[in-house]
């Protein structure tokens, strides 16, 4: 059974769900309204040695990775995060260690100003996970579902990065490119100013977790459209292109981990998503358009481009 099809059988009980649940399992976070005039924006990831990190990366990536997740997630919301819990695993208590790895944690959580306020420590294998909580005006999130015909689809910096920097953590190449590649893999910055300033502009949004292309699908599937995009578009770094040459289109649109955003928006948004983006740090790519129907057809110099279904799947 597949990790969706799991969630949704046993775990998706929307008939019993509370009044004040606006937005349930299936987005990016859950968006909650305990009192009238205020949503509460709830995500919870895990990550896992083995499955989301190799053994032996620096401890401090893992504190940092375990927060940048769950922020990703409530960016993806357009909300703004507060408070944190985290639940740690780990097979032996060394200090060094988990002083290394709260110093990474830590060092992202006060760029945002989010408290750790709670959580829960056991021993087995090297693990993390956080819950995060955060706001949003009522209504303001942005959630997946709404894509319409005619929207721009756009993404934040540059995807593939973070997978070249993955396969190059066992190569010993050298050189300036391996090490941001690395860097982007080990370090990945969630957009959250980003992400709170496209609230009112996107009609829907998620972060990409999983690859570009599979993310995007989920969009389009929760919004119930298609999409036409142009694979020459997409904004390859210097760096992917020169570490990955050929397969650097392969790396942006299945590779993981990069925590950027996806999202669509009318035409008519343009002009205030080029004043908004003015200052931020990474470029924002139009990459296609939203179209009637379903599925997404990828172009590459005019011919259609065949995706490899390389996405990794827990189950
Ligand atoms: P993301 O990649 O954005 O973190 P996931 O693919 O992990 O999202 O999860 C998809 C949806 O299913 C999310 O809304 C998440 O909250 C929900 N979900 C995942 N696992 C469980 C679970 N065990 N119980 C309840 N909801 C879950
Ligand atoms: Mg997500």
Not at 144 to 167: F, K, M, N, Y
């Amino acid at each position: 059974m597949d990790e969706s099809t799991l969630i949704s059988t046993y775990f998706d009980r929307r008939r019993d769900r509370r009044k004040d649940v606006i937005l349930g399992i299936g987005d990016d976070a859950a968006v909650l309204r305990p009192e009238p005039g205020f949503d509460l924006v709830v995500a919870t990831d895990s990550i896992a040695e083995g499955t989301h990190f190799p053994p032996g990366i620096p401890a401090a990536a893992i504190g940092h990775r375990c927060l940048a997740v769950n922020l990703s997630d409530l960016a993806a919301m357009a909300a703004e995060p507060l408070w944190c819990t985290l639940a740690l695993s780990l097979p032996q208590a060394d200090p060094a260690w988990v002083g290394e790895f709260a110093t990474g944690l830590f060092a992202l959580a006060d760029r945002y100003a989010v408290s750790l306020v709670g959580g829960d420590t056991v021993r087995g294998p090297v693990g993390a996970t956080v819950t995060i909580l955060g706001r949003v005006r009522p209504e303001g999130a942005v959630r997946r579902s709404g894509a319409r015909p005619g929207d721009g689809i756009w993404v934040t910096g540059h995807p593939g990065d973070a997978v070249a920097g993955r396969l190059l953590l066992a190569e010993a190449t050298h050189g300036a490119a391996a090490t941001v590649l690395r860097h982007r893999f080990l370090y990945p910055e969630p957009r959250v100013r980003e992400g709170r300033l496209l609230a009112g502009l996107a009609t829907a949004m998620l972060d990409v977790s999983d690859g570009l292309d599979d993310d995007l699908r989920k969009l389009l599937v929760a919004s119930g459209v298609s999409a036409e995009l142009d694979a020459g578009e997409l904004p390859l770094s210097a760096e992917l292109r020169s570490v990955r040459g050929a397969q650097a289109v392969e790396c942006a649109l299945t590779g993981g981990d990069d925590y950027e955003l996806c999202f669509t928006m009318p035409s008519s948004g343009d002009a205030r998503l080029r004043e908004v983006s003015a200052h931020w740090p990474v470029p924002v790519t139009r990459i296609g358009t939203i179209v009637p129907g379903s599925g997404a057809r990828w172009r590459l110099h005019g011919q259609p481009l065949s995706i490899p279904d390389t996405t990794f799947r827990h189950f």
